[in-house]
């Protein structure tokens, strides 16, 4: 596609359900980045994929947290027991291979707002 | 010490005046650096990317560079009022891993 698709856009769930995040990154793009922006706040990383290299998935607040990459395709972020905490834009961005002192600019998602009631 | 930091503001500015925009980072082996735009309700955007210490010009928008005093800047020249959004600027940090930090953002309001 031409740009980073998430799904779905909105999401509102009870306090204590599983909700499941999906991120299309644009095709080519090995890295894939997802992201938290709760309101009026700054970008908080959550998690990294690139290729088939293990993730950084150093940013997930909780073990409630949990993403999926198979390959360099879809990637699923996944929230169980959802907390009014996690209420919070997920953002994910995808960009060109990744090298450690060498970041390629990231292409971001619209996002979906996740809302707990 | 926050790794990205940026002056919230809001920054105002009257059109076509010069908006200026910093950022410090606490990595010293960041080497790429990014500067995004986000409207209210939207997701970020890509103005501009820069890698090596000086000036990069592109369109109305200079970004400047310097790793010794780990300060990265974003000038917005002829400001219009549709300029006014949140402007993040976005560090790797090599010594941390891949991840892309970024900073809370700079609210510019451009105004008529």
């Known amino acids: 596609g031409a740009g980073v698709s998430q799904s779905p856009s909105n999401k509102v769930t009870e306090k204590g359900k599983d909700v499941e995040l999906r991120c299309d990154p644009i095709?080519?793009?090995?890295?894939l980045y997802w992201y938290r922006q709760r309101l009026g706040q700054g970008l908080e990383f959550l998690i990294y994929?690139?290729?088939?290299?293990?993730?950084?998935k150093s940013g997930l607040p909780s073990d409630r947290f949990s993403a999926e990459r198979t390959g360099e395709s879809v990637s699923t972020l996944t929230i169980q027991r959802t907390q009014q905490e996690d209420s919070a834009v997920y953002l994910c961005?995808?960009?060109?291979?990744?090298?450690?002192?060498?970041?390629?600019?990231?292409?971001f998602g619209n996002g979906t707002r996740l809302t707990v009631t | 010490q926050k790794e990205v930091e940026q002056n919230s503001g809001p920054l105002s500015v009257p059109e076509g005046a010069i908006a200026s925009l910093n950022c410090t980072y606490s990595d010293r082996g960041s080497q790429s650096f990014f500067w995004y735009r986000q409207y209210s309700g939207k997701s970020p955007e890509l103005i501009m990317s820069?890698?090596?210490?000086g000036d990069k010009e592109d369109g109305r928008f200079t970004a400047q560079l310097n790793k010794a005093s780990q300060y990265v800047s974003l000038l917005i020249r002829d400001s219009q009022p549709s300029d006014s959004a949140t402007y993040l600027c976005a560090v790797n940090a090599p010594n941390s891993g891949y991840a892309l930090n970024f900073g809370k953002g700079t609210s510019l309001l451009v105004t008529p």
């Open positions: 994929f690139q290729g088939n290299s293990a993730p950084d």
């Open positions: 095709s080519g793009h090995t890295a």
């Open positions: 961005a995808s960009g060109w291979r990744q090298a450690l002192f060498f970041n390629s600019p990231l292409h």
């Open positions: 820069i890698y090596s210490n």
